[in-house]
């Protein structure tokens, strides 16, 4: 195995995927190609890139020399390839690149979140076993280096919680309908005009893509697995506008977000870590750092036993953002910087030891349609306490002299499933004129 | 040379200095001794401790077989050490310590960022001649982890600027003089009685303490050298109540800012990184996240050609936040995680292109205490138009009936000469009836 750190030999990567990102590597690697030396003492060479179709044009330049080529085969098999780059995104066919690339002992740099929250464990294992670096700053956070700070140097601290807005297009949706009065679908469209949001925004919109950033965060912070596929994950999809403008009354921001919390810290290390996580639309109140990330910007908030919070703020999403933070990876690889891929030392990572969603406490904001008649409050506050759960703000208002009104309120904590079950009674009982709103707040 | 990483055995620290950041490292080294093992596959053992005075009587409890000592040589030349960690502060002592455990083989964590402002980049070159870990994350904004960050994920960004809250103590006499309306003596002794402030409070207030770590960070985001002794610095002794309060009327929050920014950003990285820095009063806008941070907090905003802006928000200082930025070191360190020391592939780190302080283009905030009489305003805009300085607002305000009153005005850019020279014109012709209070604006 070749001692990657003290060599002044160029490192040679074959890049898959010449996209958005795959185009910004190929610029940053030119424009910060003294930097590069200056960083690592080596150059960076760009030998091979895999395109779908290689007759679609591009905008991008690609240095002399540099072959491309849509087949994999010429990555993967390539002697002259030190680091693998997947940037094509998409699960099979980028699996198959990164296990052939680390079985033939390459170095992997990917921002493939996807296919790191679904197979990521084995291509950890995988790649300790080849004693190769498997990195993956890009996948969560964009800019932000939430993955090195969770694998280095946090990684004595014992964890209590981590919440993070990760994903761009919901935060730019819910920004715009918070500061310009937007609806959602109008929101939506105008994150679509301005290439923040995918023409099928699915993933997006209804939280599969802050799951999967969350399951990565997840098991670098805690060494377990808590599969994506059983996190309790709600989307934005369909927000009312009211909900958002009520919430501004009561002084906070609407924002998605993905959250881990430990619940039993104090047990100590030797048994189950215990976690309460999830994806949801919380209510923010506006003094937190969390209720400032606008826009398509991204946070972390880590607390920590020892260290109290850390908060962490950057760009989500880009071309040069995301390529600048695989261009730091690649650094890293470039000077053999070799912590554990996971952030602990064995791969084998248990699974979670899980919170059933239904018993997460926590506060919640609700918005129900009511008959505007006397005594509604003091039957929906008896549903409420039925359950256990005390009121704590309520807004009634009449609206412009219609029957059926919404009332607003805030509660103390309670259990998703007390809330599930008093809002039922109260839709059962006919108190409501529709389902209610039901939102967490932080 | 021990592969460090792939070993199974204990590693053996000697730890210098048991005050209140070894006092938290001793206990976090129990009670996170699972985490430890989890992470990096071994033990963390304390060997040895060095201390100045063996009768002290201590609180801390040390492992069995942990000897004490107050002969440096007990650590520098003890062969069961793999990892000194200095904690004992100062500069003589410590840096004959770290020389000593480089020499001898030893990877060094320390904390000490005046050793390392002044000396650091001889230890540094040290560290690489010996091939040693040399680690320092605690040294800058506490529990923050700014130095990893520039070092590894950043290393690919061309940089714009860093800007940083980095002395907690200032942080907290401003933002009480802010938010509960103290005045500085009053606010000093509240931080001193809350063991906040040092009972010479004089490298904190006086903006040194700032310094040393402003110089640690641009060699680490530039790879250049601007000595501290040279760096223009500020503090905030002796700031007036009134200041602050009017920059809240402007919508402002007065912070103790160590900045650098890059003035030669376009003409690429083959020539000199010329660069503007120094450490100041300045005004941030309160919709600023830096305008956010209160209390003994630290915060570092990062801006990047390429990711945009990173803004990195944590407790600046206290034992258990240190200590666990120390334990991440040691983790690092227990993983053989080698980045190079500097974060630049040659340690022979060259001296900054500077900019002459004096060169420096900023907004400026201004009182001057001026006599209640016709013309004045005029005179003193006389006074700045004749340096090319425009004013964007003033706020003129008689006070009960004296004939002496404040002037406070806000100006557009201007270089510090310019300021300077139109403020001790004003005072020459008799215009000011003492010296203006001036401060930047972000």
Redesign the interface.
């Known amino acids: 195995m070749p001692d990657l750190?003290n060599t002044d030999k160029p490192l040679r990567i074959g890049l898959a995927g010449l996209g958005t990102v795959g185009g910004?590597l190929v610029e940053?690697l030119e424009?910060?190609a003294?930097?590069?030396?200056?960083?690592?003492?080596?150059n960076i060479e760009l030998v091979c890139v895999l395109v779908r179709n290689l007759n679609k044009p591009r905008s991008v330049e690609l240095p002399d020399g540099c072959l491309v080529t849509a087949n994999p085969a010429d990555l993967v098999d390539n002697p002259d390839i030190d680091v693998v780059v997947e940037l094509m995104g998409g699960i099979d066919a980028a699996r198959s690149l990164i296990e052939g690339a680390l079985r033939n002992g390459k170095h992997v740099v990917t921002a493939n979140k996807a296919l790191l929250a679904e197979e990521g464990i084995d291509l950890l294992k995988l790649a300790k076993e080849k004693n190769r670096i498997l990195r993956y700053?890009a996948a969560v956070a964009g800019?932000?280096?939430i993955?090195?700070?969770l694998r280095?140097?946090?990684?004595?601290?014992?964890l209590l919680s981590v919440q993070g807005i990760l994903n761009g297009t919901s935060n730019y949706i819910l920004s715009e309908m918070s500061t310009s009065g937007l609806d959602f679908d109008t929101a939506l469209k105008q994150a679509q005009e301005l290439g923040y949001a995918e023409a099928d925004p699915t993933l997006d919109i209804d939280g599969q893509d802050a799951a999967h950033k969350l399951t990565l965060l997840i098991r670098l912070a805690f060494?377990v697995n808590y599969p994506y596929t059983v996190l309790p994950v709600q989307g934005i999809r369909g927000m009312d506008a009211r909900d958002i403008a009520m919430a501004r009354e009561f002084g906070y921001r609407i924002k998605l977000l993905a959250e881990v919390k430990r619940v039993n810290l104090d047990e100590?290390?030797?048994g189950p870590i215990r976690l309460a996580a999830g994806v949801y639309p919380v209510l923010v109140h506006h003094t937190y750092?969390l209720a400032?990330v606008g826009g398509v910007y991204n946070a972390v908030r880590v607390e920590?036993e020892?260290?109290?919070?850390?908060?962490?703020?950057?760009?989500g999403a880009g071309s040069?953002?995301t390529?600048?933070?695989v261009?730091?990876?690649?650094?890293?690889v470039a000077?053999?910087?070799?912590?554990?891929n996971t952030?602990?030392?064995?791969e084998n990572i248990p699974r979670a030891s899980i919170v059933p969603p239904d018993e997460c406490l926590t506060k919640y904001y609700v918005r129900v349609m009511v008959p505007d008649t006397p005594g509604v409050l003091r039957d929906l506050a008896g549903c409420m306490a039925r359950e256990g759960i005390s009121m704590e703000q309520v807004i009634q208002r009449s609206n412009d002299g219609g029957h059926i009104v919404p009332l607003v309120f805030m509660t103390h904590e309670a259990s998703s499933l007390a809330m599930k079950t008093a809002l039922q009674h109260a839709m059962d009982t006919g108190l409501l004129h529709k389902p209610a709103v039901c939102y967490r707040v932080l």
Chains 1, 2 share one sequence.
Do not use: M, W, Y
Request: charged share 25%; hydrophobic share 40%.
């Open positions: 750190a910004g940053l424009k910060n003294t930097l590069i030396r200056r960083r690592t003492g080596r700053e800019a932000v280096p993955i090195e700070a280095v140097p946090l990684a004595g601290q014992r060494g100590g290390d030797d750092l400032r920590s020892s260290a109290g919070s850390l908060f962490f703020h950057g760009r040069l953002p390529a600048s933070v261009l730091g990876d690649l650094l890293a000077r053999d910087a070799r912590p554990n952030g602990f030392a064995d």
